[in-house]
């Protein structure tokens, strides 16, 4: 949610410039600016139409990415640290106070930034207990399930049992059942909590629904350890109940096992020797061998390793926990950099709109906004280095094909076949600004994705660069966002009886 309120601030900016030519002279004074706009102007007069062309073609296309591009990088309400990438690790304990420490490192980071935010307390209280959880000696079994698959009964039994090594301590936890109604604790919430544990009994009460399937392989991608229960086998037919057995057994390819917590009381019929007959109802002992005994042996052989599963477990949400509070921080910084930026390459395109030229000129400026947001993001760039992002940019974006889908909707948005010469400025002007807003949209989505570091390289990721910008278009084409952002720009750069015919 805090990175979905940054693209707002994003999109509707503040009143940063009163005229659009003002901005050029107010904002324009950093040498390296100044610089590539001279250069820019040069090249107009001496009328270097070849070369400024082959330069359209390469950055023209950010605008495009414009179309929506803030809301799916702002969505994002949780940049999640993916557990699966714990798959075929040895977890251990020094892999795990390794885990420990790099989360410190989120932490520690976010205090540099933001010494007063309010999410510090809480993360660093979570993080002294996750080297307490390291020495743990007991371990925490979750049981859950929907409704009425028998996870109260089930847990009565296991504690009143002595089916245990007493010198191996369990605490038991029922969960809230899954697959409730709307407005009920959500399955998200149960899950979490299910994420605590060191070991899980999914019950089922037959065969699985597919949101059953789904909510284990689910868990199973976190690498939660666990066990299915067929609970109240007992209320089928014996052919049914094995039936029903081996297809969890080849659809889950886990852990399965049978009880009958509190299996359905059974008729006694007694014939006594007068030949009267006495009947009552008598309740057969709970069935659940099947179980204590694979249990047993899941915690006398694994239970170290599932503490520190466990501890992994907590520590990578924690890290990713603060990364999403960093990330918060650094947006709201980011913000006005972005912004600033946008309508500066709008002012600059506006009064010199010679297409080919504008370009250039956004270039110079995209790459200092790209110095900018890199120091924010610890990803230090030379200008040389910021020259080369922004043109590795433009190159992987000419590479996807956007360049026509861009120049379509722009020219849809501004109806461009019908303005003055000045209006057609306004055109460049405002694709120029989507070109800055979304080219700082995507970098800032970019440095997100890296790992939290005060001495991050400054080397791309080509391929993991050339998918942000591809998932930033794909996924935001949205007409009516493009539609009032140009008339945000059109605003800012037209005289007010020249903006009806600009925007229709």
């Not at 003002?22 to 904002?27: D, F, G, H, L, Y």
């Not at 591809?470 to 750069?493: D, E, P, T």
Request: net charge neutral; charged share 20%; with cysteine.
């Amino acid at each position: 949610m805090i990175v979905g309120i940054c693209f707002i601030l994003i999109y509707s900016g503040g009143e940063t410039f009163q005229k659009a030519r003002r901005v050029m002279v107010v904002k324009l004074q950093r040498p390296i600016l100044v610089g590539g706009l001279g250069l820019s102007f040069s090249l107009w007069m001496m009328e270097s139409w070849h070369h400024s062309i082959v330069q359209v073609g390469e950055f023209g296309l950010l605008s495009a990415l414009a179309v929506g591009g803030g809301f799916w990088l702002f969505q994002k309400n949780r940049p999640q640290e993916s557990l699966e990438q714990m798959h075929g690790m040895i977890i251990d304990r020094a892999s795990v106070e390794n885990a420990i420490a790099k989360t410190e490192v989120v932490i520690n980071q976010l205090a540099q930034e933001a010494e007063n935010h309010p999410a510090l307390s809480t993360l660093r209280a979570q993080l002294s207990q996750l080297s307490l959880e390291l020495d743990r000696q007991y371990i925490k079994v979750a049981v859950t399930g929907g409704k009425s698959v028998g996870k109260t009964t089930l847990i009565q039994v296991l504690e009143s049992g002595n089916w245990q090594d007493r010198q191996q301590k369990v605490s038991y936890q029922e969960t809230a059942p899954l697959f409730r109604e709307a407005g009920e604790k959500s399955d998200t919430d149960v899950l979490a909590t299910v994420q605590k544990s060191d070991f899980l009994l999914f019950l089922t009460n037959g065969d699985l629904t597919d949101s059953e399937f789904q909510t284990l392989q689910q868990l199973k991608a976190v690498n939660q350890p666990l066990m299915l229960v067929f609970n109240k086998q007992d209320q089928y037919l014996p052919d049914e109940r094995a039936s029903v057995l081996l297809s969890l057994k080849q659809r889950l390819q886990e852990n399965v096992v049978a009880t009958a917590a509190s299996p359905i009381p059974i008729k006694v019929r007694k014939h006594e020797a007068d030949g009267s007959v006495q009947e009552w109802m008598e309740q057969p002992a709970p069935d659940i061998q099947q179980l204590t005994q694979q249990l047993s042996e899941v915690l006398a052989q694994q239970a170290q390793k599932l503490v520190y599963l466990t501890t992994m477990r907590q520590a990578v949400l924690l890290q990713a926990d603060a990364k999403n509070w960093l990330n918060g921080t650094r947006c709201d910084r980011a913000t006005p950099i972005i912004e600033q930026y946008q309508w500066i390459a709008a002012a600059a395109a506006f009064a010199n709109p010679v297409p080919a030229l504008d370009i250039l000129a956004t270039a110079a400026i995209n790459a200092q906004m790209v110095m900018d947001l890199g120091k924010i993001y610890q990803q230090k760039f030379s200008w040389e280095q910021a020259q080369t992002v922004a043109g590795t940019m433009g190159s992987l974006m000419l590479k996807l094909g956007l360049v026509e889908l861009s120049t379509k909707a722009i020219s849809t948005v501004l109806k461009s076949n019908a303005v003055t010469f000045v209006a057609g400025g306004a055109v460049q002007g405002v694709s120029a600004a989507y070109l800055t807003r979304v080219a700082g949209l995507s970098l800032v989505e970019y440095f997100q994705q890296q790992e939290i570091a005060v001495d991050s390289g400054t080397g791309l990721n080509l391929d993991k660069l050339r998918q942000t910008l591809q998932n930033v278009f794909q996924q935001n084409q949205q007409m009516a966002f493009l539609q009032g952002f140009a008339k945000q720009a059109v605003k800012r750069l037209l005289p007010e009886a020249q903006q009806v015919e600009a925007v229709g």
